[in-house]
């Protein structure tokens, strides 16, 4: 079965650094989508991306976050100074239909010190 | 606003039937979908509702009734496997899912 993948699984980052965490979406899936889930909290949004641009972005996607598809496969995050509250396991997921469920990478664990 | 509220543990005995309940109000309705997350993992898809009444997939079965704001996730024969935390989450008009904070089940022998 097709997966969503994300890499690196671990990042460990200084403060202030950049950092841009990879997602490869399933390769027929028109729908991206970034989430984030601090430690022990619920599952928050970030944005959404179609057709090479940025549908919705909640609050926490402020000006240190930007997203891009630089090629027909990859989906990538970067942030761009980080700081300790970045810290949190960041999940890709992607749907090939809008309004079909969406499937979920295994994450990326970023850790800011 | 948004909010949606799911009880935060529950406990079930192996063998058993469990339901997993969720209340929502959020500024849109596009669908309302429940996802498995083992701790340290990804959600992983189960179940989903966008018109009201059941849905039955298997051992899982999702029910939805939009004029209540409110589903469940009903769980059969429970296995201990099945430990983990459960997401309700729902789709507002803007594609992106409100997740609730998630309701820890334990299953024990």
């Known amino acids: 079965e097709p997966e969503v993948t994300q890499t690196p699984s ?11 965490l990879r997602c490869v979406p399933i390769s027929n899936h028109l729908y991206f989508y970034w989430y984030r889930q601090i430690l ?12 090479n641009e940025i549908s919705e972005k909640s609050e926490i996607f402020d000006d240190q976050f ?4 630089p090629d027909g496969s990859n989906f990538t995050l970067k942030i761009r100074s980080t700081k300790l509250e970045d810290s949190a396991m ?6 090939g239909v ?9 994450g990326t664990r970023l850790s800011i010190l | 606003g948004q909010n949606i509220d799911q009880p935060t543990e529950m406990t079930a005995t192996e063998g ?21 997350q ?4 990804a959600p992983t898809f189960l ?3 966008v018109l009201d009444g059941l849905e039955e997939k298997g051992r899982f079965s999702s029910f939805l009734s939009r004029s209540k704001g409110y589903s469940y996730l009903l769980l059969k024969e429970l296995q201990m496997k099945d430990s983990a935390s459960y997401l309700c989450a729902v789709r507002n008009y803007g594609q992106n899912f409100v997740f609730g904070p998630g309701t820890r089940l334990s299953v024990l022998p």
């Not at chain 1, 671990?10 to 841009?20: A, L, P």
């Open chain 1, 98 to 106: 809008s309004n079909q469920p969406q499937h979920f990478g295994d």
């Open chain 2, 38 to 41: 083992h701790a340290g993992e």
């Open chain 2, 16 to 36: 058993a039937i469990v339901q997993i309940n969720c209340t929502y109000q959020t500024s849109g309705f596009n669908g309302l979908f429940w996802y498995q």
């Open chain 1, 66 to 69: 930007s997203v891009e598809r």
């Open chain 1, 90 to 95: 960041y999940f890709c997921a992607s749907t």
């Open chain 1, 10 to 20: 671990h990042q460990v980052t200084q403060m202030g650094q950049e950092v841009i």
């Open chain 1, 40 to 51: 022990g909290q619920k599952v928050e949004f970030l944005v959404s991306f179609y057709n």
């Open chain 2, 47 to 49: 179940s989903y509702n």
